[in-house]
Each structure stands twice: as C-alpha cells, then as structure tokens.
C-alpha cells in the first residue's frame, strides 16, 4: 500500500501488528470508531499512536478492509 511506504519503517511495523491483532480479537469494533457521515458504506477509523487507519468490515465473515493510512492531522480530510 503507498500510504505505508510514506510513513516511517518502525510506525509502519507498528500499525500492520496493530491490524494483525485486530483481525484476532472476536469483536473488533469494540477497539474502533464508525466515522460520521459514511452512510452506505460505513466507514470506521483504528488509532494506532498518531495515525489512523480507513477501514470497512464486512460483518459476515469478518473481512477486513483497509482503505487508507495516514497520520491523524491529514487523514479525516478525505473522508
């Protein structure tokens, strides 16, 4: 993913162990927020220090999907 590439190795590390433990837990909502104003596809937002991880979950077989990673002043400016 480019967003990864930007940020710096030791962060990067840092947020794919955080997405990897988040795939294990049995409710991972319980550690994320639903942003405001995605009403189709919700979105929802995982902190991990000072980035933030885009992301949607499909609810039926708990998929996954990481759509964008940026540090936390950026990236609401998108969504």
Excluded: Q, T, W
């Amino acid at each position: 993913m480019k967003a990864l590439k930007k940020i710096p190795k030791e962060n990067a590390k840092r947020i794919l162990n955080s997405i990897d433990a988040l795939s294990e837990v049995e409710d991972p909502k319980r550690y994320i927020k639903k942003l405001k104003g995605s009403f189709e596809v919700p979105l929802y937002s995982f902190r991990v220090g000072d980035h933030r991880v885009i992301m949607n979950i499909s609810e039926k077989a708990l998929v996954i999907h990481i759509i964008d990673i940026g540090n936390r002043s950026i990236i609401y400016r998108n969504y």
